[in-house]
């Protein structure tokens, strides 16, 4: 089964694919999306869960281009984590960085109070601003990402397949997965977990950051 990869796709073609994909494990959900790609991405932030995606893809394909928007404001704990699953996986790496350095904001602007407008420039210099890079540097068709159902209401209107505004197909192979299962496959293939994660265009769990709006 497969979708027009194009702006005038109709919106009954998506909800046919979505559903013909929710009864698939995530494996077969990248395997059917690698037949739709030419430019495949996928995209971590070496969060909680993180190491799903990058097995369950990397059981498929071996050197897809694994894009990493690193704020710098990441915990040790989570740059040893990211550490230890690149070497442990091999892989395929494009990270991108703010133009200014945590450090220098420290002294500077610092963090800003979420939910002001000086936070939604931060939000757009540390993270927006180099996810935007990488698309322009690899212009990707498909983007496999983690996002599940049950982190936000926003992601509650979302589905295993969406077009973000730009036109690219993104998908979620775990959408539906609760946090229950995701503890499951991590246990099932003996993958580990980065909970001491912190996003600080986000502070809150359930807060997006913007980047998948």
Not at 164 to 172: E, F, H, R
Request: net charge neutral; charged share 30%.
């Amino acid at each position: 089964m497969e979708i027009v990869m194009n702006d005038s796709i109709l919106q009954k073609e998506l909800d046919k694919a979505n559903a013909y994909l929710r009864a698939k494990d995530p494996v077969e959900i990248i395997q059917w999306a690698l037949g739709q790609a030419e430019r495949p991405i996928l995209t971590t932030n070496f969060g909680p869960y993180s190491a799903s995606l990058v097995h369950a893809v990397n059981k498929v394909v071996k050197d897809i281009k694994v894009i990493w928007c690193d704020t710098g404001y990441n915990t040790p704990h989570t740059y040893r984590f990211a550490n230890d699953l690149i070497k442990r996986f091999d892989l395929n790496m494009h990270i991108y960085s703010p133009k200014l350095t945590a450090g220098f904001r420290d002294i500077t602007t610092g963090i800003p109070q979420i939910n002001t407008e000086e936070h939604k420039r931060f939000t757009e210099e540390v993270k927006l601003e180099p996810f935007k890079r990488a698309l322009k540097e690899h212009k990707p068709d498909v983007w496999f990402t983690n996002l599940r159902k049950d982190q936000s209401d926003f992601r509650r209107t979302l589905d295993i397949l969406h077009f973000d505004k730009t036109g690219i197909l993104k998908v979620s192979p775990f959408f539906y997965h609760t946090e229950f299962e995701m503890e499951l496959y991590l246990q099932e293939f003996g993958l580990p977990n980065e909970k001491k994660y912190y996003d600080p265009t986000k502070v809150l769990a359930k807060r997006e950051c913007g980047l998948h709006l």
